[in-house]
Each structure stands twice: as C-alpha cells, then as structure tokens.
C-alpha cells in the first residue's frame, strides 16, 4: 500500500507493532529514548530494539531517519565540540581529545536514537490510539489520586496535543520544502531563511486552529475547565 513519505507521518499496516496497543507503544518509546541516554548498554538495547521494530513493521531502519538531517548536523557539530579544545601556544592552540570524541558520539548517538524512537511509534500508531492510551491512564491516575487531585485533569489532552503538533510539523515543514524546490529554489543558507520563518507563520497558524476548535468544544486552558473521566 502506497503511503506519504513524510517524516513521522503514519504509514497504514497490519503488522504485529501496527495492531500492539497504543500505550505499549508510548512506553517503548519512553524506553528507548531514556535509554540512549545511558551508554553503552542502553544505547546498544535502543539500537536492537529500534532494528527489530522496524524489520516487524516492514519499514527499512535508515528511513526512520528521514527529515532528522538537521538532527544528524546538530549531532555532528556537538561531537566536534567535544573532541577539540584550545590550548596555549605550546600545544598548537587546538589539542584533539579521544576522550571528548567519544563522548560526543555517544551524546549524539543518545538524540538520534529518541528521534528514530519517535519516528518509528508515529509510523505504526494513528492519533486516534494515542489519544485513547493517554485517556485511560488518565482514568487510571484519577481513579488512584482520587477526584480532589486535580493535578492529572487535562493531562491526556495535553500530552496528545503536544504528540500531535510533531507530525504536523513536518508535514509543514515538506509542504514548504516541496514548494520551495518547484520553484526552483536554491539549497544552503537561503533556503533555511525562506523556510523557516514559513514553517513558523504554519506552525502558529496550527496552534490557533486547534485552539479555536479547543474553544468550540467547551475546552478552556484552565485547569477547572477539564472534566474528570467518566
């Protein structure tokens, strides 16, 4: 089945990842993401783990990597940092650490391993499954707290939006790319300028769209405004 080859944008299946529960989902990529954080063993089960997805819900490992270029030069950039430093006259003024190198590494291997995670749980799981997860662990926390808690009112909604804006964002962010190379656009510096203040203008325009609907469905942003589960 043909799907739109857009960075965190749910590609349509069967497969045993696309029919696990949502909530499952969420935790692994909580996991992993927490993982990559902890070199080398946790980075290593990431890693196995990101493979072993990816192969069960018949995607190729290295796509889950599409649109992370900036990520990958970020990275990049964060390992040159550590790997040299300045010193006097008497060293050359720039001294190279293994040490520093390998940190870096790790450090940017830990970031790219949290974007494949999340690349990887939007591809096999539809907002509609997030949004149902994240419900009933709110029904799970507000039976436990008791409804004279009202700190986890509005906690699903909150946290589905927030999932829910990182799609969107590359979907603007290919529509804007698309655009731009059919108008025969030049890539480096240029481009990021015509780009970025169009994906930000996209990206507000988002927010007060889900706002106005928020607001039409009886959705205030203050806390006593949430209903408890039922």
């Known amino acids: 089945m043909a799907y739109r080859m857009t960075p965190y944008a749910y590609r349509p299946g069967s497969t045993f990842l696309h029919r696990a529960p949502g909530g499952i989902k969420l935790l692994g990529l909580f996991l992993i993401s927490i993982g990559g954080f902890f070199p080398v063993y946790g980075q290593l089960c990431g890693v196995l783990l990101l493979i072993l997805g990816s192969i ?29 430093r300045f010193a006097g006259p008497e060293s050359g003024f720039i001294v190279y650490s293994c040490s520093g190198f390998i940190e870096g590494l790790l450090f940017g291997l830990g970031i790219i391993l949290a974007f494949s995670a999340g690349a990887l749980l939007f591809s096999v799981t539809t907002m509609t499954e997030l949004r149902d997860s994240l419900a009933r662990a709110e029904t799970v926390l507000w039976a436990w707290k008791g409804p004279q808690k009202a700190g986890f009112r509005g906690l699903s909604l909150g ?3 927030m999932l829910g804006f ?22 480096g510096f240029s481009k990021l300028c015509t780009l970025i203040p169009r994906i930000i203008q996209g990206m507000i325009e988002l927010a007060i ?14 806390a006593q405004d949430f209903h408890s589960p039922s």
């Not at 018949?58 to 040299?84: D, Q």
């Not at 990182?166 to 890539?187: T, V």
């Not at 769209?209 to 203050?222: M, Y």
């Open 159 to 161: 946290l589905s939006l």
């Open 56 to 84: 069960s819900a018949k995607i190729r490992p290295w796509e889950l990597l599409r649109g992370g270029a900036p990520l990958v030069t970020t990275a990049a950039f964060v390992i040159l940092l550590r790997s040299v």
């Open 209 to 222: 769209e889900t706002a106005a609907a928020l607001e039409a469905r009886g959705i205030g942003c203050d």
């Open 166 to 187: 990182l799609p969107r964002f590359f979907e603007i962010w290919e529509d804007a790319d698309q655009a731009y190379q059919a108008r025969c656009g030049k890539n």
